[in-house]
Each structure stands twice: as C-alpha cells, then as structure tokens.
C-alpha cells in the first residue's frame, strides 16, 4: 500500500482518503540513468493542498513503510476549480544545483575513484545538507584506473557523472539507507527479480520495438595518442585484434562497426575493459520491449515487486519470447497498479561474463520465480468462480470513488434530518393550506384595503340616511 509524504507530511493514503488525504491521479517514473518523476493531481479539500514549495519541499513515496522514491517539487499548475497537477524530479537531479569548476588533470592525473569521490563531495559542499547524498560502491572499471581530463569551464556535477557514463559506460543506481541517500556507479546490473511475467497470466499488453539510431555490433576502441600522434589500441591484450565484437548483437543487427576513442586512457587492459561495457549497453537497450502487466505483488502474491534494474523472466509463446530482460523503466500507477507499464532492455544472454558470474544467484532466483508462477496458476484457474475481473473492479472503485467525493463535498449546514422534516407540511396539505405568493400578488394589503374602501354597514347606514334626507327627514 503507497503512502505519499511532503517533507514529512502526508499527502496521500489509501486509509486516510476519507479525511481529504487524496490524489485523483499519481504517477511515479523510474528510469535507469535518469532522475524519473512523479506527477500527481490533488483537490484543494487536500489538508496538505498548501503545504509544499517548489524545489524545496521533499516528496517521498513509500510502500509499506519502505521508501521506494524521493524527489522535489519542480512544478505545478492550477485549473478552474483549483485543482492542482504537480510536477516532481527524482532525487538524481538535485545534481543539477552545484556546479564544478575547471580543472586540469592534464599533467598530474587523478584516479576514477579519487575524481568520483571529489564530484559528490563538491556537492555535498555546495547542497542544502537536506539533499545530501553520499559516494556509494564503485567497480565500472579498476578504481586505480587514470584521468588525465582538463576542463576550462564551469560545469555542474550532473555534467560531469555523464562525462563518466560516456566514457566508462555503466549505470548509476541511487539506493537509501539507513536514512542516507547513497550513489553506486556500477559497470552491471545483475540482480534477478523472483516474479516472472507471462502472457495469459499477468502479461496485459505487449509491444516490441528496436531503436537502431545508435546500434553498432563491432567496435575499435581507441586510447590517448603517444608523442608519435599514434593512438593506443587493445591489440596487445585482445590476441592480436584491434577490435571486439557482441555475437548477439552481430545475430540480432549484423555486422556494424563503429570507432570509438577515450582521449584520456593510457593502458590496453582499461580501454579494453571500457569498450566491453559499453558495447555490453548499447547492444542491451537497443532491442526494448514495451509491456502492461500487473505485478503479481498486487494479487496478494509474497514476493518483491518489481524494480528498475532488475531481470525478469518474460514468458509470451505468441511473440516467440522466453527470456531474461532487463527492466531499464517503469511508469507506476499508484492509485491502479493494473494500469502500470514496464521497459525492458535485450535479453540475458547478452551480459557479460562478470554477470554470468551470478549465475547461481540468478538460476536460485529463477526457480522462485517458477514457484511464484506456479502458485499465481494455481490462483488463476481458480479466479473464475471466486474472484471479480480487473475490469469489474475498476467499474465498482468508479463507483466507489464517486460515493466518496459526495460524502467529502457534504454540508450538515446544508440540509435537514429526516425527524426536522416530520415538523413541515406535506407538499400536499401545502397545497390545501396556502395559495402561492403570485396569487397574493392579485389581492389588497389590509391597509391598502382600509385606504380605498370602508365597510358595507358604515355604507349602509350612510345610503339609508341620504335616502331620508331626499324624502324631506331629517
């Protein structure tokens, strides 16, 4: 179950909609190598409506009290009803805010590790302590690994985490723990989801896509230039060959070759290393599949749910697909999960062998994800007498939430209770009792009445006696 907090102050809660604590949409993005977001839209009835400032205010998620996302306030807008959409960034981005400035490692080079370490704590210099966010685990390459960079310019932190990725390669992970925000750069992700999402089951919608823009299958990697102008290659520790290959990649796209140079590596064995992971990535996230499912977390089903990160075991005999992919992106429904989307990168058999070093970890997880999956058949085939469709659901929550809204906007002020009511007339003894005000319209006041006209005796009495006096009386 999600909650959602501003710096510590509830925005929203399953349990606590009925006291205004509410979203009508919530949206959370994650994304492998990108801040993510989370958009979500609120009625001013919301106690915390007012609450959060733009870039300050901290939005976290949390499922079942563990935090599963944080970020800040970016934007928001209002309609006419002051209704009011707002737009977070994920934590990643609060890089953005500090920037570095020039430096020469030209001449003394630094190390990976050392030049990691001075970017994060540059920042945490610079940062508000509130978006602290500490050096993590690094193994993209040999932390001993040379920079010789020189910059001339101001840069901000992010600026300079790329020019790492893009030249080592990798993905950069943001974890909490024990309170601290840390960030990993790691050379793979190896980890293993225990679920297995498979068509028929809890597969709802499946597309697949392959963006070639950048795709290449064979790449010459190349170093820094000696004093002779000459470039260093990988030849000396790659038997004898200038350039590395991705089999899976050459199978799936053919043979494409790309020349790629990091001006700063002096050593064969770290260029190598460098040129493996990125070939690694760029064959990985050229072939992605776009897929509906529902995790099986939210069928009550004990396991993990789903992460960015993570490979998950994709089974769908229509679309010939029995693989491990990589999840490089979510867009999480809060408020209906069975609506969430995942991204999936290329397969399994294309990590490398530091992954296939796990093999024992991921071939243990595989067989939880059997039983998972062989427990959620179970499920299934009993669904039909014993459980409403998603679709029934999602017609009886309409209702559900429709209820609730007229129970949030009711004013006792307003209305009567049914004993107030037993003390009034019936429209019809109304009826009997009164005429309408618009007949009242057509008849004298009393004083009107007693201005143009006088009583009949008084007129009586008055006509009887000028009858008299015409007859000589007195």
Same mark, same amino acid.
């Given at each position: 179950?999600?909650?959602?907090?501003?710096?510590?102050?509830?925005?929203?809660?399953?349990?606590?909609t009925?006291?205004?604590?509410?979203?009508?949409?919530?949206?959370?993005?994650? &994304?492998?190598?990108?801040?993510?977001?989370?958009?979500?839209?609120?009625?001013?009835?919301?106690?915390?409506?007012?609450?959060?400032?733009?870039?300050?205010?901290?939005?976290?998620?949390?499922?079942?009290?563990?935090?599963?996302?944080?970020?800040?306030v970016?934007?928001?807008?209002?309609?006419?009803?002051?209704?009011?959409?707002?737009?977070?960034?994920?934590?990643?981005?609060?890089?953005?805010?500090?920037?570095?400035?020039?430096?020469?490692?030209?001449?003394?080079?630094?190390?990976?590790?050392?030049?990691?370490?001075?970017?994060?704590?540059?920042?945490?210099?610079?940062?508000?302590?509130?978006r602290?966010?500490?050096?993590?685990?690094?193994?993209?390459?040999?932390?001993?690994?040379?920079?010789?960079?020189?910059?001339?310019?101001?840069?901000?932190?992010?600026?300079?985490?790329?020019?790492?990725?893009?030249?080592?390669?990798?993905?950069?992970?943001?974890?909490r723990?024990?309170?601290?925000s840390?960030?990993?750069?790691?050379?793979?992700?190896?980890?293993?989801?225990?679920?297995?999402?498979?068509?028929?089951?809890?597969?709802?919608?499946?597309?697949?896509?392959?963006?070639?823009?950048?795709?290449? *299958?064979?790449?010459?990697?190349?170093?820094?230039?000696?004093?002779? @102008?000459?470039?260093?290659?990988?030849?000396?520790?790659?038997? @004898?060959?200038?350039?590395?290959?991705?089999?899976?990649?050459?199978? *799936?796209?053919?043979?494409?070759?790309?020349?790629?140079?990091?001006?700063?590596?002096?050593?064969? *064995?770290?260029?190598?290393?460098?040129?493996?992971?990125?070939?690694?990535?760029?064959?990985?996230?050229?072939?992605?599949?776009?897929?509906?499912?529902?995790?099986?977390?939210?069928?009550?089903?004990?396991?993990?749910?789903?992460?960015?990160?993570?490979?998950?075991?994709?089974?769908?005999?229509?679309?010939?697909?029995?693989?491990?992919?990589?999840?490089?992106?979510?867009?999480?429904?809060?408020?209906?999960?069975?609506?969430? &989307?995942?991204?999936?990168?290329?397969?399994?058999? =294309?990590?490398?062998?530091?992954?296939?070093?796990? =093999?024992?970890?991921?071939?243990?997880?595989?067989?939880?994800?059997?039983?998972?999956?062989?427990?959620?058949?179970?499920?299934?085939?009993d669904?039909?007498?014993?459980?409403?469709?998603?679709?029934?659901?999602?017609a009886?929550?309409?209702?559900?939430?429709?209820?609730?809204?007229?129970?949030?906007?009711?004013?006792?002020?307003?209305?009567?209770?049914?004993?107030?009511?037993?003390?009034?007339?019936?429209?019809?003894?109304?009826?009997?009792?009164?005429?309408?005000?618009?007949?009242?319209?057509?008849?004298?006041?009393?004083?009107d009445?007693?201005?143009?006209?006088?009583?009949?005796s008084?007129?009586?009495?008055?006509? =009887?006696?000028?009858?008299?006096?015409?007859?000589?009386?007195?």
């Amino acid at each position: 179950m999600y909650s959602v907090y501003s710096d510590g102050e509830l925005l929203y809660s399953p349990d606590s909609t009925i006291l205004g604590y509410s979203f009508s949409t919530a949206v959370v993005t994650y &994304e492998i190598n990108k801040a993510g977001s989370f958009e979500f839209t609120m009625a001013s009835t919301n106690p915390s409506y007012g609450k959060m400032s733009k870039l300050k205010s901290i939005i976290t998620i949390e499922d079942d009290d563990e935090e599963i996302w944080r970020g800040r306030v970016l934007d928001d807008e209002k309609d006419f009803y002051n209704v009011k959409k707002t737009f977070c960034e994920g934590e990643f981005a609060f890089f953005n805010d500090v920037v570095y400035p020039p430096y020469d490692y030209s001449t003394t080079t630094t190390t990976l590790q050392r030049f990691f370490n001075n970017l994060i704590k540059y920042y945490n210099q610079n940062a508000s302590s509130y978006r602290s966010i500490q050096p993590g685990i690094l193994d993209v390459a040999p932390p001993e690994t040379s920079i010789n960079w020189k910059s001339e310019d101001y840069s901000d932190i992010m600026t300079e985490l790329s020019k790492l990725s893009s030249s080592f390669g990798g993905y950069y992970h943001l974890r909490r723990q024990n309170g601290i925000s840390y960030l990993d750069y790691l050379s793979e992700l190896s980890d293993v989801s225990e679920q297995e999402i498979v068509f028929g089951e809890n597969l709802i919608d499946l597309t697949e896509y392959i963006d070639a823009t950048d795709v290449y *299958t064979y790449m010459i990697p190349l170093g820094k230039r000696d004093e002779n @102008g000459t470039r260093l290659n990988i030849t000396s520790v790659n038997n @004898g060959q200038n350039y590395i290959f991705s089999s899976i990649g050459e199978q *799936t796209f053919g043979k494409i070759t790309k020349v790629v140079s990091w001006d700063e590596v002096d050593d064969p *064995t770290t260029l190598k290393n460098n040129a493996d992971s990125l070939l690694s990535s760029v064959i990985e996230m050229a072939t992605t599949i776009e897929i509906r499912a529902v995790d099986l977390k939210f069928l009550g089903v004990d396991v993990d749910r789903l992460k960015v990160g993570e490979f998950v075991h994709v089974v769908s005999e229509p679309h010939g697909i029995d693989s491990n992919f990589l999840c490089s992106k979510i867009s999480l429904d809060l408020l209906e999960p069975e609506q969430s &989307e995942y991204t999936f990168g290329l397969v399994f058999d =294309a990590l490398t062998d530091i992954q296939v070093s796990d =093999a024992k970890k991921a071939d243990d997880a595989y067989k939880v994800s059997i039983e998972t999956s062989n427990a959620f058949n179970s499920f299934s085939g009993d669904a039909q007498n014993n459980y409403a469709t998603i679709a029934a659901l999602n017609a009886l929550r309409s209702e559900v939430n429709s209820a609730l809204d007229k129970i949030e906007n009711f004013d006792p002020g307003k209305y009567a209770t049914k004993d107030d009511l037993e003390n009034y007339l019936t429209p019809e003894e109304a009826r009997d009792m009164f005429v309408t005000r618009s007949l009242l319209n057509d008849y004298l006041t009393v004083d009107d009445a007693r201005e143009q006209y006088t009583f009949v005796s008084d007129f009586e009495e008055l006509k =009887a006696r000028v009858d008299r006096l015409e007859e000589g009386e007195t």
